[in-house]
Each structure stands twice: as C-alpha cells, then as structure tokens.
C-alpha cells in the first residue's frame, strides 16, 4: 500500500472516529419558542467550546412541545435527552419515575439560591427534578402615553372594572390600537392558564373539595361573560388565535393599551430593538375583584432529564450551565441586566443592576404574591395557581379551552360553552375515578 493510501486511510479512520465521538456527546433539547430560550440558543457555541458536547435543538410552539414531550415520556420514545417542562408535569411525572431526579448538582451551582415557590414548584417529596431556567407570574403591562391621554392612572393593584374602564377609553379601532390584548388561542397552557388564574379572581375554581366540577355555578359565568364582553369591546380582531407570541407581537407594534400575560415578557416589551412603545410602558400586578385574589398565575419554564436518556451527565452539565448564575452574567455582560432569565434565582433580586431594571420589583412582587397552595377565594382540593396538578387535567383543560375559544370567536354562546366543559369535565372525572 502506498503512503498516499495510508494516510487517507488513516485520515478517514480519524474522521470516523470524530464523528462516533460528536454523535455520542451530542445532546438533543426539545425547547418552546419563546424570546429566552431562542436567546439561549444562540450561547450554545459556548457551552460546546467548554465542555466538547454538541446540542441539538427542536424548537416548538408552546401547544405542539407540550403534545411532543408529553408523548416522548409517556411512550419511553427517548427522542430528547432534555425537555423544557414546566409546574405542572414535573410534580406529576418525577412522582412516576419518569424523570432523573436532579439531588447531585455542584455544589458551585448553588441550588439553595433558587427561588422557593420555584424550587417547591419544581419538586416532588422535596426532591428537585426539573430546574428552571426562567420563572415567571402574570401582570399588567401597559401604554402609560395612552392611560395619561384617556386622562386615567394605573394604580398598582387594579380591579377588573378599573381595566375595562381604560381598555374601553384607550380603544382606537380606526388606528388598529385595542384597549387590551388577552390570550384566546385554546390550550390548557395558553387559553385556560389566562383564564383560570381569571377566575381565581372572581371566585371561581375548578372543583370543590369533593372533585365535582364547578363550571354552572355563577363565578365561572361571571368570569367568561366578563372576559368576552371585554375582548369584543376592546380587543383585537381574531383574538381567539391569539397566544403569547401572537400578542407580544401585537404589543410591541404599540397595537395594545394593556397587555396581561407572563412577566417574562417585560424585557421584550421594553426592549428598544424590538419594541416600538419602549419607552413608555407600565406595569401593575394582574387585576382582582375585590375578593382577596388576584388574577395572576406562577410558572416556571424549566429544564428535566427523561429517565433512561444514555446523556444523563451530559444532560446535568448542560442544565447546570443553563440556569446557573453563571448563565445570568454571561447574558447581562452581553445585552444588559434587564435581558437575563428572570425569576428563578434570589440572587438576581440582590444584585443593584437587576433592582434598577424597570419591572424587576413587580415581577418579584407577582411571583411572592401566588400561592399554589390556595389558589382561589374558596377551599379546593388541588395544588396549582392556573392549572389543577392532577393528571388528568391537561387533557380536560384542552377540550375546555376550545369551547371557550369558539365562544370568543362568536361561534357559540358563553353559557353553551359553560355546560359544555361541565359535562367534560365531568365525564372525564367520573371515568378517573375521582
């Protein structure tokens, strides 16, 4: 053979064997398509440069990773080996042994800085499995140029009547800019997280204590017929198809006076690359009635390792680089403190940069005030601010979601879509046994 031969032989052996090593040390994340994690992508060459691991991301609207994940762990299909899960799944599915158990972290990573309701939220018999990346609550961010021109001030915890006050006097359909933009697009994490927290707020719950489902009482009337009579009055046209993207867009055109959705989104409504109502926008907790709760929801977006992954440490090495301090100055070093992941660490609510940052008091504020524990104005028998940790309640909360969009978009009647979600709801809890 000659020594040409030899070395391209050699060459190609060196190339296999660099190809067997990427794939072994590549791992696969399956993300929603929200501003952070996009933003996050975008550090991935730096994790890879540190630690010679590849990342692969798939990348889904928020209804559609939900579908995905939710099939992967419940089927062992082993298609991620880190899933972007939130509140709700991770208690559920760390309590069946479908996710690795995250109580080795470095001690450098710090897991007692995180937030407690984040950490609790996160956790199944004290035990963390999933850690989140960004935590969040709802509030009211709005145009302070139009509440000053409708001659109005926001206080700082408004009622409902107050917000359909202004939502009415900012409105200005000839100019496409709608006094409010509310989540309408169905899905038990879209739709029905906005309006549970809602509801929350005008009394009404899922179940009473003895899991019957609550839909034909009166606070559930009052909560709907309220919401669509303010969305056709002062909100968007084709709102029923509208989520958190969708609005965020809208808000940032300077389409919306108000805006009540995840605090999360404070730092790309103010952010003036993006933003063209920058520079005057408010904020306000999420709005009550008057009966000692608030519209307001607590969520984090967290990163999770599905049991049987053949990545584990390599997962762990990512989600420690992911949500650690570390990750939090990397991000303000590069596009300033009020771009980093909010919401999941104390530390960042210690740091004087983070405090001057606009809308970091009301969203530490948002967060503290949400109590999973009593969710709503009545006893109930279920943990959750805008969900009912049960595992049968993202599929309920699903079917419950499209009538009430269709009775947004005009295509039934607000009480048509209250009897239906009773006889769901019900038929659905009757079949699990409660």
Known sequence: MSMQRVLGATTALTLCATAVFAQENTITIATV????????????????????????????????????VTTDITTSGGQFDIMTIGMYETPIW???????????????????????????????????????????????????????????????????????EAAIAMTDRDNEIYGICLRGKAGWGENMAFLTAMSNAFGARWFDEDWTPQFDGEAWANTLNFYIDLMNEAGPRGASSNGFNENLS??????????????VAASFVTNPDDSTVADS????LAPNTGLGRNSNWLWAWAL?????????????????????GAYIELVAENEGWANVPPGARSSLYETPEYQAV???AMTLQSILSADPLNPTVDPVPYVGVQFAAIPEFAGIATQVGQEFSAALAGQQSAEEALAKAQAITSEEMEAAGY
């Open 304 to 324: 999770a390792i599905p049991a049987g992954t053949d990545q584990e440490a390599e997962a762990k090495q990512f989600i420690e680089w992911a949500t650690s």
């Open 250 to 263: 809208l808000f940032q055109q300077g389409k919306c006076g108000m805006w009540i959705d995840a605090t």
């Open 281 to 284: 926008v408010g904020f306000a």
């Open 94 to 164: 760390g309590a069946n042994d479908w996710l690795v158990p995250l109580d080795d972290l470095s001690a450098e990573y710090d897991v007692d800085d995180i937030l407690p309701a984040m950490a609790g939220g996160l956790s199944h018999d004290g035990t963390l499995y999933a850690a989140p990346f960004y935590g969040e609550s709802s509030m009211i961010m709005y145009r302070t140029d139009l509440m000053a021109a409708a001659g109005l001030e926001m206080p700082e915890s408004p009622t409902w009547a107050f917000v359909r």
């Open 358 to 360: 606009p809308f970091a």
């Open 33 to 68: 398509n929200n501003g952070d994690m996009i933003r996050m992508q975008g550090y991935t060459d730096r994790f890879t440069a540190e630690t010679g691991i590849g990342v692969e991301w798939v990348t889904l609207e928020e209804n559609v990773l939900r579908q995905r």
